[in-house]
């Protein structure tokens, strides 16, 4: 069995120390090195060309920022993951560091609980690690287009998405794209901690014609806005009158996550009827199945992204593979569609 190559780069002896130590006990990992800076992080992957970079930010010589722009032009079969604290500053980094093509990122241990961050860092970078694995294409069984989407084009009151591994990226090559006045609110589920959704929003409004926020408790759902959920929060809608109010609570985790894209879309479905139009993007996991089932009972429609542009095909593939996808698009098809499905609704 071919096992994935791990270069882990760090400026402290001992992160790197537990860090190789961590995937060393995993048969399908090999630690092929280690650098203490981003210079040597970058002469070594150009040695050693590893499937994966685990990356500090903060470093001496060269800090990880630069060291990522550099890896991305010179090794970019390698997959970077940052090490990120969980800061203001750590998180505005990483949004950077994503936006640069960070294939996804970890919390550092913390000092405080060393051992606890320790199986927190096992927990959360070895299936990350493993994710680069590629999945196959496969082959969905589709409704003609000319069919069901085409008699509910226009009709739809809101977009659900769901999103994780990838995320950032896809977001902002997304809604970089849609109009300025597009017709309805759309509602988004990224998995991540609490602060990196409010820098994910703030980078994410900086660079669409839509205004795009971090969603807070109680405000009213307009259209032409983008809500991503905080971090640590389900996110779901409830009917006030004839008014819709984004709810946020903390409520059990639902497939190990929170915010959760099944919260956000069952939510959906009660409020919206068969009025929703979601899409599920790039992600490790299962999350957002049983949502999707649930605006597909209701007579709404899911749109999912294809392996080829997925970063990791997770996600999406569970929906296609129960059947739930109306249609498989690559990313740089999803902003035309988008304006293509809401367009009746904005004309009329």
């Known amino acids: 069995m071919k096992k994935i190559k791990v270069l882990v780069v760090d400026d402290s002896s001992v992160i790197r120390k537990v860090i190789s130590e961590i995937l060393a006990k995993d048969p399908e990992i090999e630690v092929v090195g280690m650098a203490k800076d981003g210079k040597e992080a970058i002469e070594k992957a150009e040695e050693l060309l590893p499937d994966v970079v685990t990356l500090d930010i903060e470093m001496p010589v060269m800090d990880g920022l630069s060291a990522l722009k550099i890896l991305r032009q010179k090794v970019p079969r390698s997959k970077v993951i940052m090490f990120s604290s969980l800061t203001q500053e750590g998180a505005k980094a990483t949004i950077e560091a994503l936006s640069l093509g960070a294939y996804d990122f970890v919390p550092k241990p913390s000092t405080r609980s060393f051992l606890e961050s320790i199986k927190k860092i096992e927990l959360d970078l070895l299936p990350k690690i493993k994710s680069i694995v590629p999945l196959k294409e496969i082959k969905p069984i589709l409704k003609p287009r000319d069919s069901f989407l085409e008699v509910k084009k226009g009709s739809f009151k809101v977009c659900g998405v769901g999103v994780s591994t990838g995320g950032p990226q896809t977001l902002m090559e997304i809604f970089s794209k849609l109009p300025k006045g597009f017709p309805v609110p759309i509602l988004v589920v990224q998995h991540m901690p609490p602060i990196f959704t409010r820098y994910l ?3 994410l409004n900086s660079i669409s014609p839509l205004e795009v926020k971090e969603a807070e408790q109680g405000e009213l759902v307009k259209d032409g806005v983008v809500y991503i959920a905080p971090g640590d929060y389900h996110m779901e809608v409830k009917k006030e009158g004839t008014r819709v109010r984004i709810f946020l609570h903390q409520g059990p985790l639902r497939n190990h996550c929170r915010p959760a894209v ?18 599920i993007l790039t992600g490790m996991g299962y999350d957002g199945k049983e949502g999707a089932k649930k605006i597909k009972e ?16 997770g996600m999406p593939r569970v929906i296609i593979e129960a059947g739930l996808a109306d249609e498989v698009l690559n990313i740089s098809e999803i902003p035309q569609r988008l304006i293509e499905i809401f367009k009746e609704k904005r004309d009329g």
């Open 201 to 203: 929003a703030e980078r």
């Open 298 to 313: 209701k007579g709404g429609v899911i749109l999912a992204q294809d392996a080829q542009s997925s970063v990791v095909f």
């Open 262 to 279: 099944d919260e956000l879309f069952e939510s959906l479905a009660e409020i919206y009827n068969g009025y929703v139009l979601a899409l």
